[in-house]
């Protein structure tokens, strides 16, 4: 089992920055990939960044050069730092955790990119 914890999410003028935190309840090097997953009224859950045990990183298209994925193994967190935020980024922002086949969540975070 892994419960994480969401932190970090708000109200944020366009081309501003919010970072988001993801507190893991086990040390994240057992968790085989972490990530940042976001989902838009009225859209699919979709990938916003991933971070493997080993410290490769993945974006998708939208936020590549804008986001930051990153850890600290020592607090067995991971943060998403946005910057350059649009209103299309706005959406329901999930931790999510992979670890022995099994997908685990968090409880979301809203961002709100509005002027």
């Known amino acids: 089992q892994v419960q994480l914890v969401e932190s970090g999410g708000g109200l944020v003028q366009p081309g501003g920055s919010l970072r988001l935190s993801c507190a893991a309840s086990?040390?994240?090097?057992?968790?085989?990939?972490m990530g940042w997953y976001r989902q838009a009224p009225g859209k699919r859950r979709e990938l916003v960044a991933t971070?493997?045990?080993?410290?490769?990183?993945n974006y998708a298209d939208s936020v590549k050069g804008r986001f930051t994925i990153s850890r600290d193994t020592d607090k067995n967190t991971v943060y998403l730092q946005m910057d350059s935020l649009k209103p299309d980024d706005t959406a329901v922002y999930y931790c999510?955790?992979?670890?022995?086949?099994?997908?685990?969540w968090g409880q979301g975070t809203q961002v709100t990119v509005s002027s």
């Open positions: 971070i493997t045990t080993g410290g490769n990183t």
């Open positions: 086990r040390s994240i090097f057992s968790i085989s990939i």
């Open positions: 999510n955790a992979y670890r022995t086949g099994i997908n685990f």
